[in-house]
């Protein structure tokens, strides 16, 4: 397949541009490089630096590769601004930059491209969940604009599925870290410029590059007063990529005039949650990291941030029992351990 990556330099797009390179497939990257470098993207990926919001470049991609016989397949769209508590203090930037720009993509896509889409969701479209693990179908309640510039994008999917044809799934991420662990060892890990996750801020300390961790509130109902959220290795969300375009393309499309198509089991859009099934707290997160790095990490209480949910924490049966999908990293130590290696590797060079 030959695939359209788009925030592809960054961490998480570039791992799973990575990984399909690696099994035989093209990507083309596409990113603008605001939060990313291009020299991280791995090797023998063909880059192309650009806006999202630029609709006639897009096109101008995708009809060249049509003309010169190499159409794309499908596109992975990764490119967001994804701090929640940067949104809390300027929503416009997230309306424009990942609900505007996204519409332009998708006009770019009728226009000139595929008619396929693997769509990079969040938790953060839930907001304070009634229940838990949360269940796809739950109550869409957003807490900050980041997760309702996303929901916004879900909605406008599903009109262009029911309009257009365009076949997309929608994979609402939970908390993704680690390091990808590939044939060239630990490769891909967590660096976001500025930094604001958690666990690439408590292995900040261990290295020395920062003097503690910060835990924004000790007050929530939890049991230890912090914030429990779900952690979700970059390779099993990386599979679970491969997986959802392969779901795709055993579809046809909404626009198919047969009888296949209509079926119920075909216009059922693709929405998963992706996570570890289990809850962490900040507070397990930094012991995690003391186990794994042998450093204390020392750490101090903040206020709470505005935003901040008490428990975010998936269930992913619908992913396991419809993709096939089986995560392979369920301990937070191994995850905080490819982390802590490529760290490591990441800040000595």
């Keep these: 397949m030959k695939i359209f990556v788009t925030g592809g330099a960054g961490y998480i797009g570039g791992t799973v541009a990575g990984l399909f390179a690696e099994m035989g497939h093209t990507a083309v990257v596409f990113d603008n490089l605001s939060h990313s470098r291009r020299e991280s993207l791995p090797a023998g990926i063909e880059f192309i630096e650009g806006e999202l919001a630029d609709r006639p470049a897009l ?8 003309k010169q016989g190499q159409p794309f397949d499908a596109v992975l769209h990764f490119a967001a601004l994804i701090e929640a508590g940067e949104s809390m203090v300027r929503p416009e930037i997230f309306f424009r930059n990942n609900t505007a720009s996204t519409l332009s993509l998708l006009e770019a896509m009728l226009a000139a491209g595929p008619k396929r889409l693997v769509f990079s969701s969040t938790a953060a479209v839930y907001g304070e969940p009634e229940s838990v693990p949360i269940q796809e179908d739950a109550r869409l309640a957003p807490t900050n604009p980041y997760g309702e510039s996303k929901l916004l994008v879900e909605q406008m999917l599903a009109w262009f599925n029911r309009i257009h044809g365009l076949r997309y799934a929608a994979l609402r991420y939970f908390n993704v870290a680690g390091a990808h662990e590939g044939s060239a060892g630990i490769t891909r890990g967590e660096a976001h410029e500025p930094e604001s996750h958690l666990i690439p801020l408590v292995l900040d300390v261990a290295l020395g590059r920062r003097a503690a961790i910060r835990i924004y509130g000790d007050d929530y109902p939890t049991p230890d007063g912090t914030c429990i959220r779900d952690y979700i290795h970059v390779t099993d969300l990386a599979d679970a990529h491969l997986l ?8 046809p499309g909404n626009d198919a005039q047969s009888e296949k198509a209509a079926k119920p089991e075909n216009q059922a859009p693709l929405i998963y949650n992706l996570g570890n099934g289990q809850g962490f707290s900040v ?6 990291a003391r186990r794994v790095t ?9 206020p709470r941030r505005p935003g901040d949910m008490a428990v975010l924490v998936a269930s992913s049966e619908k992913a396991i029992r419809e993709l096939g999908w089986k995560p ?6 191994d995850i905080v351990r490819t982390a802590w290696i ?5 800040y000595s060079a």
């Design 342 to 346: 490529w760290h490591q590797k990441h």
């Design 294 to 302: 042998g450093h204390p990490i020392p750490a101090e209480i903040h």
């Design 328 to 333: 392979r990293y369920t301990s937070l130590d």
């Design 59 to 66: 096109e101008s991609i995708f009809e060249n590769a049509r």
């Design 244 to 251: 959802a375009l392969d779901a795709l393309n055993a579809r």
């Design 283 to 288: 507070r397990d997160v930094i012991e995690s």
